[in-house]
């Protein structure tokens, strides 16, 4: 019996580069760029919808009050990137969370639950979500060169491109080859520890190219920044999966750190450190910290968490170091930054952080009215 779940898939990758998972040393320039990626699921559990949309409204209106306060380097709130569930839209919802990306505080991208599902179905599905994203709600980025709406993505269930051992939950082995050519622009599903789905790659930022007759095509890819991208490539940003060694099972086995915020999973200045060890990282910037956590914070359970004093207490802690050391710098971005930001590194960019948050696909409608001023 395996003590810590499917640790055999990822383990190897774990150990090989054991030495260079080490934390920043003290005076070592850090920029943390920061990104909370939600699968967000209001219909969780199947709530009646009245309660669906409270969970909405309450987002809606405490997310502003509890965290305009912070303020990174670069003069921006804490941001959240709200992966929307295609299967549970509603028009209502997105009345708020529009409002919320006007005034600043975050961006809508594309989550998606199915099962049994067939190539041309996945198609036609993401093609008209973004759409509809794009033109009713003036939400997701477009491509500069195209002209066609992009967006981010995260699987439910975890099961990208057919990945899960029992073909449960996606169904389509050619799903990278869908999502790049409806307009996906990178995929932030993972980590999934401890789960069998997740990949043997692991605390990276890497290209994957689809083999249509295989699923787990994602397994292995080549680096951000290590060579040129290949053709027809999505990338990856995974977020931090270490071992924690300081909080064990029955006092010997460790736990894993495998980024997610959850109501017994709050963000801390302690699990900072080792999501800052895991170094996800573009080689060119080695000042630049990659990190990209996940939840589901739709859920009563979880929100007491993320619209709580855990969470208002770890951007107060986060602000105190920021203050007291001149070499760590905080970074809120959302998805669509954080890509724009590995490419920049990918690229050679020597600028600052904030010039680099639009480096290749720019801010959606809603955020470029607010950012102008027009209503």
């Known amino acids: 019996m395996k003590l810590i779940r499917d640790i055999d898939i990822w383990i190897p990758d774990y150990l090989r580069h054991f030495s260079q998972r080490v934390s920043p040393k003290p005076g070592d320039p850090v920029h943390l760029l920061l990104c909370i990626a939600d699968h967000y699921e209001p219909k969780w559990n199947q709530p009646t919808p009245l309660v669906a949309q409270s969970r909405v409204d309450n987002w809606v209106e405490r997310y502003p009050t509890l965290f305009d306060r912070f303020r990174d380097a670069d003069g921006r709130p804490p941001q959240h990137s709200f992966f929307f569930p295609i299967e549970e839209y509603e028009t209502s919802y997105f009345d708020g969370l529009t409002q919320l990306c006007r005034a600043g505080y975050g961006e809508v991208e594309v989550h998606l639950h199915h099962d049994n599902d067939t190539a041309e179905n996945l198609r036609t599905t993401l093609d008209q979500f973004k759409t509809l994203l794009s033109e009713r709600h003036g939400l997701l980025s477009k491509d500069p060169v195209t002209g066609k ?8 269930n975890w099961a990208l491109d057919n ?8 169904g389509v082995n050619n799903e990278i080859d869908i999502l790049i050519d409806t307009g996906c622009y990178v995929d932030m599903t993972f980590p999934s520890a401890p789960s069998p789905t997740q990949p043997p790659t692991i605390n990276s930022m890497y290209y994957a190219v689809d083999d249509p007759l295989k699923p787990r095509s994602h397994d292995r890819g080549v680096f ?22 300081s909080r064990r099972k029955l006092g010997m086995i460790p736990r894993i750190e495998n980024a997610c915020l959850q109501g017994n999973q709050a963000p801390s200045m302690h699990r900072l450190d080792h999501w800052l060890r895991a170094r996800v990282q573009v080689p060119t910037r080695p000042d630049w910290f990659f990190v990209k956590l996940h939840t589901h914070g739709a859920p009563e359970g979880n929100q007491a968490t993320l619209l709580g004093d855990a969470t208002v207490r770890f951007h107060s802690d986060l602000a105190k170091r920021s203050a007291a050391d001149p070499n760590f710098h905080v970074h809120y971005v959302t998805a669509r930054e954080m890509y724009n930001l590995a490419k920049a590194a990918e690229a050679g960019w020597t600028g600052s952080v904030n010039d680099a948050r639009d480096f290749l696909l720019k801010a959606p409608e809603i955020m470029n009215r607010h950012l102008s001023g027009v209503a």
Do not use: E, S, T
């Not at 709406?149 to 439910?156: E, L, M, N, T």
């Not at 990945?163 to 996606?170: F, Q």
């Open 224 to 245: 951000v920044g290590a060579g040129p991208k290949p053709a027809n490539a999505l990338m990856l940003i995974q977020g931090p999966l270490v071992l924690d060694w």
């Open 149 to 156: 709406v992009a967006y981010a993505f995260i699987h439910g």
């Open 163 to 170: 990945c899960r051992p029992d073909g449960r939950y996606c």
